[in-house]
């Protein structure tokens, strides 16, 4: 038997104890501050014992729940300070690993996909997971030709269990409002469901990857070049190091934080521009650190393809370039006029250009300046404003619209500021749009 828990019934009741759970903590919570427990250790208590359940259940679970759980993590800088620190801890344990399949199941599911004489071409295997994730984990071992490799295999029964636990998250989405605060868990749900075909096929992530591959072949980026895959196992090249963003997001130094974020800003917008598509899943796990070489510098490694959005016209839009430098020149009527030429804002819609100012110029702060420092205080203050039902930024986003081709570019670049908020970067975030994003630099 697959080790992937798959009766719908048994998954989903352990999704649906997580808001209960929460309750009965807080509910106790309640009680302990009226027997004169300080307000902040209670709460501090409640949000360690959240995170422990919350992130435990959903790597026990792996499927659409670890995913959720993965997607989550990337906006961690957005909770208030006294909760941060058990999300955090919890989160990244997440990132980098989680229960994994049976050694049994593992050679099954490469006799399947591979043939019985998979041996022939994996020389050497190792039966220890090297790493695990949402829907499969990673294998070390030595291809045919001598090439160290890394072996994706996917958990079976992962598709029934990746749609299922989506589903139900989407039901639950306004529970888990209270588990992770300012967290619209039912969008999260329902972007990652429209994935989940592509995901889910490992051919179609080893055609990305060898384009990344191939298009960062000998910069400061490395992709491991894919070997060999099937529906549901992908061998690539190994990649050295074992650090990832995450470890330099707990105990990095400001020069580390600075050069790998300004990396990672880098390559949000030099893929598009390298190989036509976006790498669509920015959180920490996926980027690594990957020792020097031949006396030359460390450098940024990128995995799991999995999510990758092929752009229209093979860029990013550059309609959205252009946006973001009139807003800049602070022509909010100028940009009411261009929202609406691109199906931001419906016929019927009445925005005032003051307004969409004080709703978007927060979020253009980054490239006002030559360098910019993200920051946790950041990305809460956007958050927040934008989940506050009382303010008026709040009521003027309810009234604007995102157009389907905008919508996964949208949430892997609020994906990745959470990111650069969680290292602390100073970047020139500027600079790179202008060399990077199409349309930024034209005249106005």
Not at 89 to 104: G, K
Not at 376 to 393: A, F
């Given at each position: 038997m697959p080790d992937l828990p798959r009766k719908a019934v048994t998954r989903t009741a352990k999704l649906a104890s997580l808001p209960l759970g929460y309750a009965g903590r807080t509910a106790l919570g309640v009680g302990r501050r009226l027997g004169g427990a300080p307000a902040e250790a209670v709460m501090t208590e409640v949000q360690q014992r959240t995170a422990e359940q919350l992130f435990r259940t959903l790597g026990e679970l792996k499927g659409g729940a670890m995913k959720f759980g993965q997607a989550l993590s990337?906006?961690?800088?957005?909770?208030?300070?006294?909760?941060?620190?058990?999300?955090?801890?919890?989160?990244?344990?997440?990132?980098?690993?989680?229960?994994p399949m049976s050694t049994a199941v593992v050679h099954q599911q490469l006799v399947r996909e591979f043939g019985a004489a998979w041996k022939r071409k994996i020389v050497e295997f190792d039966d220890v997971p090297a790493a695990a994730a949402s829907i499969g984990?990673?294998?070390?071992?030595?291809?045919?030709?001598?090439?160290?490799?890394?072996?994706?295999?996917?958990?079976?029964?992962?598709?029934?269990?990746?749609?299922?636990?989506?589903?139900?998250?989407?039901?639950?989405?306004?529970t888990f409002g209270g588990?992770?605060?300012?967290?619209?868990?039912?969008?999260?749900?329902?972007?990652?469901?429209?994935?989940?075909?592509?995901?889910l096929d490992y051919r179609l992530e080893a055609e990305a990857q060898e384009m990344f591959a191939a298009a960062f072949a000998g910069s400061r980026f490395v992709v491991p070049r894919p070997l060999a895959h099937s529906q549901r196992v992908l061998v690539t090249e190994w990649m050295?190091?074992?650090?990832?963003?995450?470890?330099?997001?707990?105990?990095?130094?400001?020069?580390?934080?600075?050069?790998?974020?300004?990396?990672?800003?880098?390559?949000?917008?030099?893929?598009?521009?390298?190989?036509?598509?976006?790498?669509?899943?920015?959180?920490?796990?996926?980027?690594?650190?990957?020792?020097?070489?031949?006396?030359?510098?460390?450098?940024?490694?990128?995995?799991?393809?999995?999510?990758?959005?092929?752009?229209?016209?093979?860029?990013?839009?550059?309609s959205l370039g252009r946006l973001m430098r009139i807003a800049l020149l602070d022509d909010y009527d100028d940009v009411v006029a261009h929202l609406r030429d691109e199906g931001f804002i419906r016929p019927h819609i009445r925005v005032r250009a003051e307004e969409l100012k004080a709703y978007l110029g927060p979020f253009v702060d980054p490239a006002r300046q030559d360098r910019f420092r993200f920051s946790r205080e950041y990305m809460r203050e956007q958050l927040q404003r934008m989940q506050d039902p009382s303010q008026p930024e709040t009521q003027l986003a309810f009234r604007l619209n995102l157009p389907p081709d905008y919508l996964l570019i949208h949430r892997t670049f609020v994906g990745g500021v959470g990111v650069l908020c969680q290292l602390g970067a100073e970047a020139p975030f500027r600079g790179i749009l202008e060399e990077l994003m199409p349309g930024f630099a034209d005249p106005i």
């Amino acid at each position: 038997m697959p080790d992937l828990p798959r009766k719908a019934v048994t998954r989903t009741a352990k999704l649906a104890s997580l808001p209960l759970g929460y309750a009965g903590r807080t509910a106790l919570g309640v009680g302990r501050r009226l027997g004169g427990a300080p307000a902040e250790a209670v709460m501090t208590e409640v949000q360690q014992r959240t995170a422990e359940q919350l992130f435990r259940t959903l790597g026990e679970l792996k499927g659409g729940a670890m995913k959720f759980g993965q997607a989550l993590s990337i906006l961690e800088g957005a909770l208030p300070e006294e909760m941060a620190a058990p999300y955090r801890e919890q989160l990244t344990r997440l990132q980098d690993s989680a229960p994994p399949m049976s050694t049994a199941v593992v050679h099954q599911q490469l006799v399947r996909e591979f043939g019985a004489a998979w041996k022939r071409k994996i020389v050497e295997f190792d039966d220890v997971p090297a790493a695990a994730a949402s829907i499969g984990q990673v294998h070390r071992g030595r291809w045919v030709d001598g090439t160290d490799v890394a072996i994706k295999i996917q958990y079976p029964g992962a598709e029934e269990a990746l749609r299922a636990d989506l589903r139900q998250i989407a039901r639950l989405a306004k529970t888990f409002g209270g588990l992770v605060p300012g967290i619209d868990a039912r969008a999260l749900a329902q972007e990652l469901q429209d994935r989940v075909a592509e995901e889910l096929d490992y051919r179609l992530e080893a055609e990305a990857q060898e384009m990344f591959a191939a298009a960062f072949a000998g910069s400061r980026f490395v992709v491991p070049r894919p070997l060999a895959h099937s529906q549901r196992v992908l061998v690539t090249e190994w990649m050295p190091g074992t650090a990832s963003l995450a470890r330099v997001i707990d105990s990095g130094t400001q020069e580390q934080r600075d050069r790998w974020g300004e990396l990672y800003a880098r390559f949000m917008f030099e893929g598009p521009a390298r190989t036509g598509m976006l790498h669509a899943d920015p959180h920490p796990g996926n980027f690594r650190i990957v020792p020097a070489s031949d006396g030359g510098e460390e450098r940024l490694g990128v995995l799991d393809y999995g999510a990758v959005a092929r752009l229209p016209g093979g860029e990013m839009p550059r309609s959205l370039g252009r946006l973001m430098r009139i807003a800049l020149l602070d022509d909010y009527d100028d940009v009411v006029a261009h929202l609406r030429d691109e199906g931001f804002i419906r016929p019927h819609i009445r925005v005032r250009a003051e307004e969409l100012k004080a709703y978007l110029g927060p979020f253009v702060d980054p490239a006002r300046q030559d360098r910019f420092r993200f920051s946790r205080e950041y990305m809460r203050e956007q958050l927040q404003r934008m989940q506050d039902p009382s303010q008026p930024e709040t009521q003027l986003a309810f009234r604007l619209n995102l157009p389907p081709d905008y919508l996964l570019i949208h949430r892997t670049f609020v994906g990745g500021v959470g990111v650069l908020c969680q290292l602390g970067a100073e970047a020139p975030f500027r600079g790179i749009l202008e060399e990077l994003m199409p349309g930024f630099a034209d005249p106005i």
